[in-house]
């Protein structure tokens, strides 16, 4: 149901591309605002979420600007390999409730993963500690 659907502005990602509710972020430029998920399902979880557009989902993603915002994914998904060293990467995206999706302002999740190593639970259990998100965010930031 919630695939097809009109924009919400007040979004909680709209909310922090506005500036109005903070995040931890890693790297951000014209294009996107990458940040540390806060319910990481491995350490080093981030989002990357594109600017200026109202797209709920992939779906919806204006053609002309998807380029140039796939290449921030990569950016930040090569950040993170220097970083963090993982032994791979998930890099995954949701559209629609159905299919995992809670937050619908278009992001692509970045997930570190060590070799034998399952992850946490989707959006859900105690939020990080801050403090450790930072330091994550500043090592994954130096390779940007
Ligand atoms: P999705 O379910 O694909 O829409 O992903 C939304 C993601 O946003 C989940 O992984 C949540 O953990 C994450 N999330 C929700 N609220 C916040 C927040 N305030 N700061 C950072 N990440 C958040």
Redesign the pocket.
């Known amino acids: 149901m919630t695939l097809h659907g009109k924009y919400d502005p007040d979004n909680?990602?709209a909310k922090?591309l506005r500036g109005d509710?903070?995040?931890?972020k890693v790297f951000e430029d014209d294009v996107a605002l990458a940040?540390?998920?806060?319910?990481?399902?491995a350490e080093g979880?981030t989002?990357v979420i594109p600017k200026d557009v109202e797209a709920r989902n992939l779906l919806e993603m204006p053609k002309k600007k998807l380029g140039a915002y796939m290449e921030r994914v990569q950016k930040v998904a090569k950040a993170i390999d220097k970083a963090l060293k993982p032994d791979g990467i998930r890099v995954?995206?949701?559209n629609g409730a159905p299919s995992?999706?809670?937050?619908?302002h278009l992001?692509f999740?970045i997930i570190p993963v060590g070799e034998g190593q399952s992850m946490r639970s989707?959006?859900?259990g105690e939020?990080a500690d801050t403090e450790a998100l930072k330091a994550l965010a500043d090592r994954i930031a130096a390779y940007i």
């Open positions: 909680i990602f922090m509710i903070p995040c931890v940040f540390m998920d806060i319910f990481p399902q979880h989002l995954m995206q949701f995992g999706q809670t937050v619908y992001h999740h989707h959006a859900s939020p």
